[in-house]
């Protein structure tokens, strides 16, 4: 059974930086693409970043551009969002999330939902 | 990159049928039958509870059904129970390896 352990989160002062991290375990983490996912308080969800199973693609939301960057290693079976420039309007809880998919010869597929998710770390933006 | 538009809440009884529609646009619902319903308890991880629009990942009670007629997706429980209540997320994928929430959907049953 898949299960993913976020860690790293905290309070952080306003244009510092965070790194989280995504533990995973239970399943072949290298074929799965990776997201996080984030929930400010008492808001809704909201998309951040995914990377493919490999590493070599990463997209993210309009308002993380240039500021996260998402990485994982795969040997490790962990991912990572590096957070830069860090705004009060970026406290939440950050989930990480597996997409749910498949791997034959041709590659590794994702169906664009989320199968797995972290229990989530929360980040406080604050002076 | 809009967030897809759900009503903030809505109610029902035991046993009864309810609706939860979650509204894009072209570029997104319209475009992908890529739409994903998450089921969200308080203090909870979000669960996933429909995927590729109308699919039931294992383990998901028959109750929950997902459907799309245009730009518009739809999440319908029947037979409602009270281990229902919570917050009900719909999201699309986007394309260009993008993709957006709905605002949410707070399930009440009465």
């Known amino acids: 059974q898949a299960q993913l352990v976020e860690s790293g989160g905290g309070v952080v002062q306003p244009g510092r930086s965070l790194r989280l991290s995504c533990e995973a375990s239970g399943f072949i983490f290298g074929n799965y693409h990776m997201h996080w996912v984030r929930q400010a308080p008492g808001k809704g969800l909201e998309w951040v970043a995914v990377?493919?199973?490999?590493?070599?693609?990463?997209y993210y939301g309009n308002s993380m551009k240039g500021r996260f960057t998402i990485s994982r290693d795969n040997s490790k079976n962990t991912l990572f969002l590096q957070m830069n420039s860090l705004r009060v309007e970026d406290t939440a809880v950050y989930f990480c999330?597996?997409?749910?998919?498949?791997?034959?010869?041709?590659?590794?597929?994702?169906?664009?939902?989320?199968?797995?998710w972290g229990q989530g770390t929360p980040v406080t933006v604050s002076s | 990159q809009s967030a897809l538009t759900q009503p903030a809440s809505v109610s029902g009884s035991p046993g009864q049928s309810i609706t939860i529609s979650c509204a894009g646009t072209?570029?997104?619902?319209?475009?992908?039958?890529?739409v994903s319903w998450y089921q969200q308890l308080p203090d909870k991880a979000p669960k996933l509870m429909i995927y590729?629009?109308?699919k039931r990942p294992s383990g998901v009670s028959l109750r929950f059904s997902g459907s799309k007629s245009g730009n518009t997706a739809s999440l319908t429980i029947s037979g409602l129970q009270a281990e229902d209540e919570g917050d009900y997320y719909c999201?699309?994928?986007?394309?260009?390896?993008?993709?957006?929430f709905g605002g949410g959907t707070k399930l009440t049953v009465l």
């Open positions: 990377i493919w199973h490999d590493g070599l693609n990463k």
């Open positions: 999201c699309s994928f986007a394309g260009t390896s993008i993709w957006v």
């Open positions: 590729e629009g109308s």
């Open positions: 999330a597996r997409e749910e998919g498949y791997c034959n010869a041709g590659g590794c597929y994702g169906s664009a939902a989320f199968d797995s």
């Open positions: 072209s570029s997104d619902i319209g475009s992908y039958n890529l």
